[in-house]
């Protein structure tokens, strides 16, 4: 079973930046692809960046222009680049394979507010 840890969340005023991590126990962004993910209160997960095995990159066009993602696949690790951020924007940010699996982190929270 993998293990995911996701840090970098935080409380951000809007139109500012954050920058989330996500390191896995193994190796499986190189294998499978990474996303991120986010569910707001009350709300379904939903994807907010995915990049596939192959390079190809998914952005839902609420984040697009706004959100970055990358990897690091010597180092297992997932990067969310967070800018012009919204109070829309506020959940808890989970990183996974992408499509993904069943197996989640504990996620870290964002929280965008004046």
């Known amino acids: 079973q993998v293990q995911l840890v996701e840090s970098g969340g935080g409380l951000a005023q809007p139109g500012g930046s954050l920058r989330l991590s996500c390191v896995a126990s193994?190796?499986?962004?190189?294998?499978?692809?990474a996303g991120w993910y986010r569910q707001a209160l009350g709300k379904q997960r939903e994807l907010v960046a995915g990049i596939t095995r192959s390079g190809a990159i998914n952005y839902p066009d609420s984040v697009k222009g706004r959100f970055t993602i990358s990897t690091d696949n010597a180092k297992n690790t997932v990067y969310l680049q967070m800018n012009s951020l919204k109070p829309e924007d506020t959940a808890a940010y989970y990183c996974?394979?992408?499509?993904?699996?069943?197996?989640w982190g504990r996620g870290t929270q964002v929280t965008v507010s004046s």
């Open positions: 193994r190796s499986i962004f190189s294998m499978y692809g």
């Open positions: 996974n394979v992408f499509p993904p699996t069943e197996s």
